[in-house]
């Protein structure tokens, strides 16, 4: 079974990473500032668009009008 993919900090690139469908993404760089600093928040939000535009990438017919809007703006 394949891990989850979650942000993770990696010491030796100084960022934010994600390992997701076989490919490390980038999400954030800059200090470990734990769960309530600006890095991380960002890469938060980085890692939430990340999974929204990939699950609309493989939702088929069944995409809302929200979200093919969202994705072509």
Not at 58 to 63: F, K, L, P, Q, R
């Given at each position: 079974?394949?891990?989850?993919?979650?942000?993770?900090?990696?010491e030796?690139?100084?960022?934010?990473?994600?390992?997701?469908?076989?490919?490390?993404?980038?999400?954030?760089?800059?200090?470990?500032?734990?769960?309530?600093?600006?890095?991380?928040?960002?890469?938060?939000?980085?890692?939430?668009?990340l999974?929204?535009?990939?699950?609309?990438?493989?939702?088929?017919?069944?995409?809302?009008?929200?979200s093919?809007?969202?994705?072509?703006?």
């Amino acid at each position: 079974m394949p891990r989850r993919p979650l942000p993770r900090y990696f010491e030796s690139r100084g960022g934010y990473y994600v390992q997701l469908n076989g490919k490390q993404r980038r999400l954030a760089t800059g200090p470990d500032d734990g769960p309530t600093g600006p890095t991380y928040l960002l890469a938060l939000d980085e890692f939430k668009k990340l999974l929204e535009s990939t699950s609309l990438d493989t939702a088929g017919d069944g995409s809302t009008v929200r979200s093919v809007l969202d994705r072509y703006l």
